[in-house]
């Protein structure tokens, strides 16, 4: 793809992704908190008209005043507001984005020879199918495991599976992506295939004056709560091509499986928060995690064999050959420029954590740089300090 083009597209869909995202998650979280929040209803009218439950709000300049009926009221409220492109507008630009960047570009973004020698098409095809196939695999257990706790169990498990899966076929910035992606595309899908089919029986049921089903809404609910605490693994993944000392770790699948743990222990924290509860030992439990995490990613200073001293002069013809290609000019990514010495000396520590610390860089090794030129990187920035 034209690389004008391809930075036109990234800014609309990334601007429409995040925008769409926020509104999704934003409605997901208030209506999580409303849901755990209500209280019986204080008026006798109400409970006599089918309220199970009320929550009062004050925000944007005045009280709101929500209830939740037991499964109908007695008229069919108009208008009645729907929660769904919020949630598809999400996954389509997402995908979109996936698709300008990851498999258009994908000799240099979703393959790593390093890792696995995938043909273009074969990266393509198999982060294609993996999404997929995690969304099959998911509703199957959905339809088959009536215990939540064993599919917790169970969605940990393939979680790991598919972290691990991710990391032995592509590029690790990309591998975290493909993981946030089949979970994104799992917590879309519960919206398309599960919530809003539900949804719609309800309300015919309504317009048909005969009792709902309770079955499908139960299901649309334990969908719901699952997306719950979906939602900030997905983001860490959305976020994580930032941090190369995490994709880029020695088990970075490993330490994906963690942090989606902590991550979802902290939705158990504010969800337990909004039923009145205050359990202090969860964030307390996930700060250590954290910590210890911190402390397993640092990088090993003592491990580096400072041999021969190293000069620049030995540097700078391996960064022109394997990093200035992209990092010079006006164009390059990030305003990272590596073309002369100065700027090399001035990136020292960038240059250490992308191309030494992790092989971040160059992306999917492009430029074919070898491990005894990391090395020599790797003495040189030691001695230089
Ligand atoms: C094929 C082109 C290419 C090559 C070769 C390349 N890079 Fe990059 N580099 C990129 C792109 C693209 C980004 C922006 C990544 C993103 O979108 O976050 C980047 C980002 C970076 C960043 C900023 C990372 C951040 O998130 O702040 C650093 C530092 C960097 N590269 C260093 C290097 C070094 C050192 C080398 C050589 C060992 C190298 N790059 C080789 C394309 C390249």
Redesign the pocket.
């Known amino acids: 793809m034209d690389p004008y083009l391809r930075d036109v597209l990234d800014v609309l869909l990334r601007m429409l992704h995040v925008v769409a995202g926020i509104a999704w998650i934003g409605a997901s979280f208030y209506f999580v908190r409303l849901d755990l929040a209500l209280r019986a209803p204080k008026r006798r009218e109400d409970a006599e008209a089918g309220v199970a439950g009320e929550f009062w709000g004050v925000h944007g300049g005045g009280l709101y005043h929500s209830q939740k009926y037991r499964l109908t009221p007695a008229e069919m409220p108009e208008p009645l507001h729907w929660f769904k492109w919020e949630a598809y507008t999400t996954w389509l630009s997402g995908f979109a984005l996936m698709v300008v960047l990851y498999y258009f570009d994908a000799e ?2 979703l393959v790593d020879t390093g890792t696995a020698d995938l043909e273009q098409w074969q990266a393509v095809a198999l982060s294609v199918g993996g999404i997929a196939v995690a969304w099959i695999v998911y509703d199957v257990l959905c339809r088959t495991v009536r215990s939540q706790f064993a599919l917790a169990v169970l969605g940990t498990a393939l979680v790991a599976l598919a972290a691990w899966g991710a990391s032995e076929l592509f590029s690790p ?1 990309a591998a975290y992506l493909q993981v946030g992606v089949m979970l994104g595309t799992i917590m879309a899908a519960n919206v398309f295939f599960v919530i809003i089919p539900a949804h719609r029986k309800l309300v015919s049921a309504m317009e048909e004056k005969r009792e709902p089903d309770p079955a499908p809404l139960l299901e649309a609910k334990n969908r719901s709560v699952h997306n719950n605490y979906l939602t900030l693994p997905v983001l860490f993944t959305m976020l994580a ?2 941090f ?1 000392f995490v994709f880029g770790a020695d088990e970075a699948w490993l330490v994906f499986v963690v942090i989606a743990l902590l991550t979802a222990l902290v939705r158990v924290f504010f969800n337990r928060w909004h039923t009145g509860r205050r359990e202090w030992w969860i964030p307390a439990v996930a700060a250590v995690g954290v910590l210890a995490l911190a402390l397993w990613l640092q990088p090993d200073d003592e491990a580096r064999d400072v041999g021969a001293p190293v000069s620049i002069d030995q540097i700078q013809p ?2 022109a050959e ?6 010079s000019g006006i164009a390059a ?2 305003g ?1 420029r ?1 073309g002369t010495r100065e700027e090399i000396l001035t ?1 020292v520590d ?2 250490e ?3 030494v610390l992790t092989e ?5 090794n ?2 074919g ?1 070898t491990e005894s030129e ?1 090395e020599l ?1 790797a003495a040189w920035i030691a001695q230089s300090r």
Not at 322 to 327: G, K, L, P, S
Not at 360 to 364: F, H, I, K, S
């Open positions: 240099v973004r910035r091509g930032h190369a391996i960064v394997r990093c200035a290609t992209c990092h990514p990030l990272v590596l990136r960038d240059i954590r992308q191309a971040a860089m160059p992306p999917g492009a430029t740089m990391r990187l």
